[in-house]
């Protein structure tokens, strides 16, 4: 992967979040979930500059100055993280012919993440297990994470819709046995 299929991969991660926190926030708005909250996130990451990685419960851990800022930022820097990932995964191809599948298998995969670290190392056991409603914390990170599937693909189809409606030229062009190599694909 090049630097221009990095930069591309950053921005279709940060889409993507940007897409899981408009669907949080329509949610949110339409249907009573509950909304989003960084602060919990910020306070986890806060504590770890003291070497406090694990919690009993992050809620009742003492403030960090900074939490919500520090948590939208963490979430939208694992956004562009995971879309460096994704696009690592799929193959830089994917940037010139995004298909859904492979986007929202990723995406439902990255539920991983916060079952097996974020969500024990805060107290909240694996998977939301010791939280009052297990079931309900794993659906809302399970459909979360399938959300941020959706907002790769989204977006990577959007770009590519941009580039053949005004002629841009590909962030990525695909690399098949049959078309000839140039320095630039060798280099990656």
């Known amino acids: 992967m090049n630097a221009r299929d990095v930069a591309a991969a950053v921005r279709l991660g940060l889409a993507a979040t940007a897409v899981l926190d408009l669907w949080t926030l329509i ?49 939208y820097l694992v956004g562009a993280v995971f879309g460096v990932l994704f696009i690592a995964l799929a193959g830089r191809g994917w940037l010139a012919r995004p298909t859904l599948l492979p986007a929202l298998a990723f995406g439902v995969a990255s539920v991983v993440a916060p079952f097996l670290l974020m969500q024990p190392a805060m107290g909240s056991g694996i998977a939301a297990s010791l939280t ?39 962030a990525a062009a695909p690399i098949t046995p049959t078309s000839p ?6 280099a990656s």
């Open 27 to 75: 949610g949110s708005t339409l249907f009573g979930m509950r909304p989003a909250s960084m602060a919990p996130v910020g306070r986890w990451i806060g504590h770890m500059s003291e070497g406090q990685f694990l919690h009993d419960s992050i809620r009742t851990s003492a403030p960090v100055a900074g939490e919500v800022a520090i948590g939208w930022s963490a979430h």
């Open 132 to 170: 009052p409603d297990p079931f309900a914390g794993r659906m809302r990170s399970l459909s979360g994470h399938a959300v941020f599937g959706l907002g790769l693909f989204a977006a990577g189809w959007l770009v590519c819709q941009a580039r053949s409606h005004w002629g841009l030229a590909a």
């Open 181 to 186: 190599s140039t320095h630039e694909d060798r």
